[in-house]
């Protein structure tokens, strides 16, 4: 992982959390902040594919994805909009959808 990734407040958090709930730490934490910054990418890929084609179910498997996963790394933030998506998508609302990409999409450019 490149240093200032690691000196990103997020990443610490992560790799705090990850250290103090599963004890791992180390290159195996690193790879799993850099694995788990990956896929944010492509589950936002994903919702705007499924926003575009309104695949409501889709989408809300996708939030529903990203607020599991936050949640298991400790990015609460992250989960939360994960959770806000997901209940838009269920609720079929575009413009709350559109709102919680664009935040995912903040979040995720803070981690990069």
């Not at 609460?76 to 935040?103: P, R, Y």
């Amino acid at each position: 992982m490149n240093e200032n990734l690691k000196n990103n407040p997020v990443v610490i958090d992560i790799l705090a959390y990850l250290k103090e709930s599963f004890e791992i730490e180390g290159e195996s934490a690193d790879e799993l902040v850099e694995s788990f910054i990956e896929s944010i990418g492509e589950h936002i890929t994903e919702a705007d594919a499924n926003l575009s084609s309104s695949s409501w179910v889709d989408l809300s498997r996708v939030g529903h994805t990203l607020k599991g996963s936050g949640a298991n790394v400790g990015a609460n933030a992250l989960s939360e909009v994960g959770k806000k998506l997901e209940f838009a998508a269920k609720a079929e609302d575009v413009a709350a959808c559109v709102a919680s990409i664009a935040q995912l999409k903040e979040l995720y450019a803070e981690l990069k």
